[in-house]
T-cell receptor
Framework: DAGVIQSPRHEVTEMGQEVTLRCKPI?????LFWYRQTMMRGLELLIY????????DSGMPEDRFSAKMPNASFSTLKIQPSEPRDSAVYFC?????????????FGPGTRLTVL | AQSVTQLGSHVSVSEGALVLLRCNYS??????LFWYVQYPNQGLQLLLK??????LVKGINGFEAEFKKSETSFHLTKPSAHMSDAAEYFC???????????FGRGTSLIVHP
């Protein structure tokens, strides 16, 4: 298996622009997670899906952030409009059928820089 | 509710020395505990996990961790550090039927030659 795939790996944009991050989870995994990692705040859970349905989006910082999962093999995280404080590394992770001891499999991340 | 505290944002050791990374958890029910490692410019990957079987858990790359309920701890150790162990290490807890782990802030391991 190729693992969790994220694109792009790096994104540089200007303030006010729309940014779309993409994720392909591991085939057969039921859970998909979006995280943000910064030096100041560490690893933050933004939102997670179970069987393509958003379950908890309480970590989404504000309405400028939105996430979708139209099918089991694809998810997007969109920021519109982007701001410099959104600069971070964004990770997508997936997990097998629900169990408290199932590990999460992380993608390589997207490093976002908003100028 | 569940939470994780990792003591020390940075730990520095010499190559060949003992590695000890500390993790304390808080959980109202028996927890499942994990250690993940993040190498530079990569995502997190699982080192080891405790799932209520043996309290001493062995992971990859010579790491192990011991679950101590009385101390609510799950410290990560390795007898002899290698330069390639330099990375960020995260402790995580999952409990109460939640499938969503809570991650600690991470500890950066620095290995000196």
């Amino acid at each position: 298996d190729a693992g969790v795939i994220q694109s792009p790996r790096h994104e540089v944009t200007e303030m006010g622009q729309e940014v779309t991050l993409r994720c392909k989870p591991i085939s057969g995994h039921d859970y998909l997670f979006w995280y943000r990692q910064t030096m100041m705040r560490g690893l933050e859970l933004l939102i997670y899906f179970n069987n393509n349905v958003p379950i908890d989006d309480s970590g989404m910082p504000e309405d400028r952030f939105s996430a979708k999962m139209p099918n089991a093999s694809f998810s997007t995280l969109k920021i519109q409009p982007s701001e410099p404080r959104d600069s971070a590394v964004y990770f997508c992770a997936s997990s097998p059928r629900g169990s408290p001891y199932n590990e999460q499999f992380f993608g390589p991340g997207t490093r976002l820089t908003v100028l | 509710a569940q939470s994780v505290t990792q003591l020390g944002s940075h730990v520095s050791v010499s190559e060949g020395a003992l590695v000890l990374l500390r993790c304390n958890y808080s959980s109202s029910v028996p927890p499942y505990l994990f250690w993940y490692v993040q190498y530079p410019n990569q995502g997190l990957q699982l080192l080891l996990k405790y799932t209520s079987a043996a309290t001493l858990v062995k992971g990859i790359n010579g790491f192990e961790a011991e679950f101590k309920k009385s101390e609510t701890s799950f410290h990560l150790t390795k007898p002899s550090a290698h330069m390639s162990d330099a990375a960020e290490y995260f402790c995580a807890v999952s409990s109460g039927g939640s499938y969503i782990p809570t991650f600690g802030r991470g500890t950066s391991l620095i290995v000196h030659p």
